[in-house]
Nanobody
Framework: VQLVESGGGAVQAGGSLKLSCAYSPVSTTPRCMGWFRQFPGKEREGVAAIDSNGIESISDSLQGRVTISLDSAKNTLYLKMNSLKPEDTAMYYC???????????????????WGQGTQVTVS
């Protein structure tokens, strides 16, 4: 499975961004997909996850500000982030697994595939 993120960039505080993650091959629908972010010098943390049945999990710290969605017809995972804050500045990664389940805290129980990341900068 290959994952390609897009949609990152620079935005002012209070603004919104929508990240996309295209996965291939198109014949493969991962069972669980998620978004993670990584701050400089820190480990990656879960943002949101969703499974192929539409079950979602959002990080407690981001509840109410992010929305995750999966469009299987377009082979694309999305993350919509609203009311962005400077502390949201990080590298955002898309991840997937063919067999994992959604877990609380915005993560999947396992993740085998990762994208290259897209930078989000909020000022």
């Amino acid at each position: 499975v290959q994952l390609v993120e897009s949609g990152g960039g620079a935005v002012q505080a209070g603004g919104s961004l929508k990240l996309s993650c295209a996965y291939s091959p198109v014949s493969t629908t991962p069972r669980c997909m998620g978004w993670f972010r990584q701050f400089p010098g820190k480990e990656r943390e879960g943002v949101a996850a969703i499974d192929s049945n539409g079950i979602e999990s959002i990080s407690d710290s981001l509840q109410g500000r992010v929305t995750i969605s999966l469009d299987s017809a377009k082979n694309t995972l999305y993350l919509k982030m609203n009311s962005l804050k400077p502390e949201d500045t990080a590298m955002y990664y898309c991840a997937a697994d063919l067999y994992a389940r959604v877990r609380s805290g915005g993560v999947c129980s396992g993740l085998s595939y990762w994208g290259q990341g897209t930078q989000v900068t909020v000022s």
